[in-house]
């Protein structure tokens, strides 16, 4: 999975003029966001039927990174979560947001100085308006997996804009256009 990444491959996304994110270049890497999950049986299907779900990810200096999702946790993760949220309606958004997101950014948590991933993913609704998924501080364990830990919707472009101005070397994957 080898690239090379350059500026111009990241600055295509934001308009200078207007400091912002271009939203029609997102929306051709968008996909439908799915159906979601009404059961846990449903869920748990998404990722081959385990309770525990691993996958490698190798990002494009071909380093690689064991990425570990408890599936119950997950799936209760999305109604019962810090915020109070029911974020059920997302479930779905889970297993494409991790193996095959937009973009990947990586960075060290100061305390622990531990590696903390980040998934983006863009999705369009019924209405073709697009919805930010974030899979936010998958954090390294003491084993060297990456735990999942949550997901949400982005309400708005300025944290996607911040994701897009880190420095080159923080930016492990971009799904070029």
Known sequence: MKFDLKYEDIIIFIDKK??????????????????????????????????????????????????????????????????????????????????????????????????RLTFYKPFYNKNKKLIHIVCFNLEESNKGNFIYKTLYQLSNLGKIKKYFEQPLSNILYLDKL
């Open 18 to 115: 207007q400091n912002k994110v271009k939203e029609v270049f997102l929306f051709k890497k968008a996909i439908e966001v799915p159906k979601y999950h009404k059961t846990f049986r449903s869920f748990k299907q998404e990722f081959n039927n385990k309770n525990s779900f691993r996958f490698s990810f190798i990002d494009r200096f071909n380093n690689g990174y064991e990425i570990y999702v408890d599936v119950g946790y997950a799936f209760k993760h999305f109604e019962k979560n810090t915020y109070f949220e029911n974020r059920q309606k997302l479930n779905a958004t889970l297993f494409p947001t991790l193996t095959k997101p937009f973009l990947v950014l990586k960075d060290i948590e100061q305390n622990t100085k531990k590696q």
